[in-house]
């Protein structure tokens, strides 16, 4: 085991595949000669060739579809978006193409599309998105949300292997902020199987990304009253672990949904409804959510912090609860 | 002002042999080209009978421009032929009575009824299956060759588009990425002047689509689509050229959109003299010619082709009318690929 920040186990993760599994190769923007916009593959191209670590044109279609025709060809592509905001010139290559071709055609597209997301840094209505929820609700894609460093190498191997055509958002805000043990060997964690963050008896957080740790900080201030937070680390967004999540709910009560894209339509709803369909006679109140409002991400530090859900949200919509 | 090359005719059986062909080839593609505007008549027959769902869309005026180009492929290059492209399907080795099954949402279809008209591929045979959204297929098609050139394989990717997509950025970001890396890809236009309802000079203002080529850093070249040889041939160096490291070319093959752009549509807005004028241009009875003034065709071995072609698109029709159609209880099934479909020759 070493200690690793989450963006040096995503690091870690891929050179991994590309060492093991020749058909693995990265194509993106400045991800060759310049390490890429956050030096994930600082040192790739030295160690892999050009051909291998391909500098790209400004041209997400492209780089998209060409993995997606690579994927065909017997190759395992990993693309980068330098950030996630930019995917939506891909949208096509994604929707209409990789995520309909087993179905219609038969034929598996396993690429993975690495996708830089997630604000907190000023970082603008271009550069802080979190689009998983609009990813998750096309068949035949699957959407990855690590938020631990061990979380981040493991998912990104099963992304690699995985015969299907897989978004792998990894969080900005945590790459160097977030650090932890992360085994030195190749592994996988299975894509679909959630992680119980923090254990807990009287309510339940359901939550994925960088808010597992604004979950954590909550429920810490929430233990100081006496009242015991789970917290439930989804991992992956599709498939998404509905046992785990039903499991939680009726073990608490008690259900707060929370995540960082904005609110209507975001993956948060599905969570609710189906705790709703599945659970309703197991709930002691109301399913709740927190998520961001319906706008843009906004640029100024007051309204950004006005955007993305903080600690204090967390530790009102859990008192709320626990008093209900 | 034109700036990419335009092609020449093939004017003998000397020329032919010197591209490759032999008189039994000659005869192959005669063949091919017929079947594929039969298929695509026996197609439109089924429709009006209402035995196909949806809509239908023909190739008819196209059948050199497919033909030609798919007999120029290698047996290990691959393609993402269009909507107008059956010739290719057909070249390829597509047995005609899982196209009709394909028609009319039949299990034995390559889609399994998942999918209508000419979205289908056989995998095996070396194609990718299209999608509606024009030219969604060429990045595609580039990948497929960034694989090939990644792996130092001698093969070949061609990626088809219309001189309608040609608009789109789809097709302007393959060429860019193709260009850059001299990746080993063809593109086809199917310039068939008429995208649905607009005509050439509302899609672009260059004179040829090819033009563009010389912008992308490869040659551009124009060839009559009506003429199977010098489609061929031009396809045939193109290919070629990409396998031995030179790069992509983009071939512009025109030709008329001979009906509609689906069944539906009347094409009221194409002038009268053009159909006329193009009629005469029909590639089938084009080649026919050609065959009978240099590769002395003879009223037998084509009442021979004829009579086999209208053969098996019977037994065709027969096979495919057997065959069910999708068990609703599997709507569901198929839409996560499991590790075990990647045991296949492409993604070993």
């Known amino acids: 085991m070493a200690e690793l920040t989450y963006l040096q186990a995503i690091s870690d993760g891929l050179r991994t595949e590309m060492r093991r599994d020749k058909r693995v190769f990265v194509i993106g923007e400045d991800v060759g000669v310049y390490g890429g916009a956050f030096k994930v593959t600082l040192g790739f191209q030295e160690e892999f060739g050009h051909w291998r670590v391909i500098d790209a044109p400004l041209a997400e279609t492209a780089i998209v579809g060409a993995c997606s025709g690579a994927a065909i060809m017997g190759m395992r592509p990993v693309a980068e978006m330098q950030f996630a905001d930019f995917i939506s010139c891909a949208w096509d290559q994604l929707v209409t193409v990789a995520a309909k071709q087993r179905y219609r055609a038969g034929t598996p597209v396993p690429i993975t599309v690495r996708l830089p997301s997630g604000g907190g840094f000023s970082g603008g209505p271009f550069h802080s998105q979190n689009p998983e929820s609009s990813f998750a609700h096309i068949p035949g894609l699957k959407c990855v949300t690590p938020a631990t460093p061990e979380d981040a190498k493991g998912l990104l191997i099963s992304a690699i292997e995985d015969p299907n055509p897989v978004l792998y958002f990894e969080h900005k805000h945590l790459y160097r902020r977030i650090k932890g043990e992360v085994p030195e060997e190749r592994y996988t964690i299975p894509l679909g199987k959630a992680r119980t963050h923090r254990e807990g008896d009287d309510v339940s957080v359901i939550t994925w990304g960088a808010m597992v740790y604004t979950a954590e900080e909550a429920a810490e201030q929430l233990d100081a009253d006496g009242v015991s937070v789970e917290v439930v680390d989804l991992r992956t967004v599709m498939p998404w672990d509905k046992s785990a999540v039903l499991e939680s709910a009726r073990k608490t009560s008690k259900v707060l949904v929370l995540h960082e894209d904005t609110r209507t339509g975001g993956f948060g709803a599905e969570i609710a409804a189906t705790i709703a369909e599945e659970a309703f006679e197991d709930l002691d109140a109301p399913v709740k959510r927190i998520a961001a409002p319906d706008t843009p991400v906004p640029f100024s530090p007051p309204l950004e912090k006005a955007f993305i859900p903080q600690v204090d949200d967390v530790v009102a919509g859990l008192r709320e609860l626990a008093e209900y | ?348």
Not at chain 2, 33 to 54: A, C, F, N, S
Not at chain 2, 88 to 109: C, E, K, N, S, T
Not at chain 2, 184 to 204: E, H, K, M, R
Request: charged share 25%; proline share 5%.
């Open chain 2, 1 to 348: 002002m034109a700036i990419a090359r335009e092609a020449e005719p093939v004017n003998s059986l000397r020329e032919v042999r010197e591209a490759g062909l032999d008189r039994e080839d000659l005869l192959g593609m005669y063949r091919s080209m017929i079947l594929t505007r039969g298929i695509e008549e026996r197609g439109h027959i089924l429709y009006r009978q209402g035995k196909i769902p949806g809509s239908f869309y023909t190739g008819r005026g196209n059948e050199a421009g497919a033909v030609g180009v798919a007999t120029a492929m290698g047996p290990d290059d691959v393609g993402t032929p269009l909507h107008r492209d059956m010739g290719v399907h057909v070249v390829r080795g597509v047995a005609p009575w899982r196209i009709f099954a394909q028609y009319m949402g039949r299990v034995d279809g390559p889609t399994k009824g998942r999918d209508g008209n000419v979205h289908m591929a056989d995998s095996n045979l070396g194609l990718i299956a299209m999608v509606s959204h024009l030219p969604a297929m060429l990045p595609v098609a580039v990948g497929a060759a960034l694989a090939f050139r990644i792996r130092e394989e001698k093969r070949v990717a061609v990626g088809w588009f219309g001189e309608g997509a040609s608009a789109r950025g789809d097709a302007h970001e393959s060429m860019t990425l193709a260009g850059v890396r001299r990746l080993p890809v063809v593109f086809i236009c199917d310039n068939n002047q008429w995208a649905y309802s607009t005509p050439t000079y509302l899609g672009f203002a260059t004179e040829n689509v090819a033009d563009r080529a010389e912008a992308y850093g490869f040659e551009g070249v124009v060839v009559d689509g009506t003429d199977v040889l010098a489609v061929y041939r031009e396809a045939k160096r193109a290919i070629e050229k990409a396998r031995a490291g030179g790069g992509p070319t983009l071939i512009e093959s025109l030709t008329l959109r001979m009906e509609g752009h689906a069944v539906h549509d009347d094409a009221f807005y194409v002038p009268k003299e053009m159909f006329e004028k193009w009629a005469e241009n029909d590639p089938i009875e084009r080649f026919r010619t050609w065959l009978r003034d240099h590769a002395d065709l003879t009223d037998e071995e084509e009442e021979e082709i004829s009579g086999g072609v209208k053969k098996t698109l019977n037994d065709a029709l027969k096979r495919a009318e057997e065959s069910p159609l999708p068990d609703p209880s599997t709507v569901t099934e198929g839409v996560y690929a499991t590790p075990e479909d990647l045991d296949t020759p492409h993604h070993k």
